[in-house]
């Protein structure tokens, strides 16, 4: 047996499973959480990232994605469908090929990372993609699952939230015990904001923790509804994987920044992409435009002096850098085109 399990197994008395579940898993979870020595250094605090590109298909996604689909199988379904702007779909088809079950991805017009793409079709998806934003996606999917017997696995699936809770109990495990005093995270469905608190409420409840951290959500500025209180028709941001207008955990999501004196607020395209470069050069941490919003959100509260010196900070880094590769192209990288001389490289290092 390997020594790490997956989410169900390593947390299955928080889980709605029985002994007769079968569990559809690629050892999900365990991910790495890595002292960032210069981000601490520049916000006066302890700063761990939560790598969650380093789950098997790049995402946090992969948590909440092994719990549904095992779920699907229980249920007896055969298929699953889903409307995503990418990661969702990665996982989604990854663990449906592993069950040996259809799945249908709807994706928006336009604007899937390459990365994302790739993989749904690698794995066997069928990839419809419609011409409508994500919201009218997911409104399409959910008719089919209400005509077809195919299985809903967006974040509307509650066994989703179920599986993505476990980031909080690996956070708190990693830091033996300890409890995080702000989580920072991106917030685009709302999910994810929602799984964890609910994670670092249930530890709280069996009494593993005596404190919950302050739930720090951001969304992009030009993608921010809760931020603005209304839904945004047309959202916009580079950050692909949080352009989302009409977020499906809208409610809980403020529960769990009211319940933690916590906030959702927004960050520019320019501060996501700050962070976005910040974090491979300077951390050697490369995750997707998305997950950068953390950081930049950390990097904000620093700025407006609302973070307390010396805490200890969680910043969730949701997807791996690979993921797209046009946005990191995009940043300007450049290579020098130079003969194959030993002088000629050199004289560009300036050695
Ligand atoms: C899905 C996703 C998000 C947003 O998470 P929500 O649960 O929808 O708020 C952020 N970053 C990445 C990389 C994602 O795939």
Redesign the pocket.
């Known amino acids: 047996m390997p020594t790490w399990r997956g989410i169900i197994e390593e947390y299955r008395e928080f889980l709605p499973v029985t002994d007769k579940t079968p569990i559809v898993t690629f050892g999900e979870g365990n991910t790495p959480l890595i002292f960032a020595k210069n981000l601490s250094k520049e916000t006066e605090c302890e700063v761990y990232l939560k790598f969650e590109g380093a789950n098997p298909t790049g995402?946090?996604?992969d948590r909440g994605m092994c719990m549904a689909i095992t779920k699907t199988v229980e249920k007896g379904f055969k298929a699953v469908i889903c409307a995503s702007t990418?990661?969702?779909s990665a996982s989604a088809a990854a663990y449906a090929a592993r069950a040996g079950l259809d799945c249908i991805v709807i994706i928006p017009k336009g604007k899937i990372a390459l990365g994302k793409l790739s993989q749904a079709i690698m794995h066997g998806a069928k990839v419809f993609e419609v011409d409508g934003n994500f919201d009218q996606a997911l409104e399409l999917v959910v008719k089919m699952g209400e005509k077809y017997p195919i299985d809903i696995v967006n974040?509307i699936n509650p066994f989703r939230i179920e599986g993505q809770k476990t980031g909080a109990f690996e956070i708190v495990n990693q830091l033996n015990g300890r409890v995080p005093d702000y989580h920072f995270i991106?917030?685009?469905?709302?999910?994810?904001?929602t799984a964890y608190w609910k994670g670092y409420k249930e530890y709280k409840d069996k009494g593993k923790i005596k404190s919950l951290p302050k739930m720090m959500g951001f969304q992009a500025a030009g993608s921010a509804p809760i931020v603005l209180g209304h839904p945004i028709e047309k959202p916009e941001t580079i950050a692909t994987?949080?352009r989302?207008g009409n977020?499906a955990s809208w409610k809980q999501a403020e529960a769990a920044r009211d319940e933690s004196c916590g906030t959702i607020d927004m960050v520019t395209d320019d501060e996501i992409l700050e962070s976005y470069r910040y974090l491979p050069s300077k951390e050697g941490i490369f995750c997707?435009p998305?997950?950068a919003a953390s950081v930049a959100g950390l990097k904000k509260t620093f700025k407006a002096g609302k973070l307390k010196k010396g805490s200890l900070v969680i910043c969730i880094l949701?997807?791996h850098g690979l993921k797209d590769p046009d946005c990191a192209i995009n940043q300007g990288a450049k290579t020098y085109k130079v003969p194959c001389k030993v002088e000629a490289i050199v004289k560009e290092l300036g050695y």
């Open positions: 995402s946090f996604k990418g990661n969702t974040s991106p917030v685009g469905n709302a999910g994810n904001i994987a949080i989302i977020p997707e998305a997950s949701t997807g």
